[in-house]
């Protein structure tokens, strides 16, 4: 009787064994983040950086870059927006049974108002 307990449990160890080495394989993950033609966004260490009444153009320019739309809103006053795009493609498959794919697109607007190249204000949205 022993031998036979014992059987019975070797054998239902080696069968959760087989099946969990076999499902292990099955499921899978990844996740892909990919950015849009300006990069990832301004990180905040640098838009501290910007002090309205003293920040320049040049400085903006030469620190973010090109802006991807600029504005001349008066003589004196123009907008400098900066976009920037994250997009987080994921994908989680359980053996067939079960496949999600997700796609997320984030999307970071910097704004900043200039007048006589001066950087009067500035504000983020999203």
Not at 44 to 57: D, M, P, Y
Not at 101 to 119: H, M, S
Request: glycine share 8%; net charge positive; with cysteine.
């Amino acid at each position: 009787m022993k031998h036979g307990s014992w059987t019975m449990r070797a054998g239902g160890l080696v069968l959760s064994t087989m099946i969990s080495l076999t499902l292990a394989g099955c499921v899978s993950s990844r996740s892909d983040v990919t950015y849009g033609p300006k990069g990832p966004a301004v990180r905040n260490e640098t838009l501290r950086q910007v002090k309205c009444g003293r920040t320049t153009k040049g400085w903006l320019l030469g620190v973010l870059g090109e802006p991807s739309r600029a504005v001349r809103t008066s003589d004196r006053t123009e907008i400098l927006t900066y976009e920037y795009t994250k997009t987080v493609d994921s994908d989680f498959s359980f053996f067939i049974f079960f496949d999600a794919d997700n796609r997320r697109q984030e999307r970071t607007i910097y704004v900043f108002e200039l007048e006589n190249g001066i950087v009067t204000r500035y504000w983020k949205e999203r």
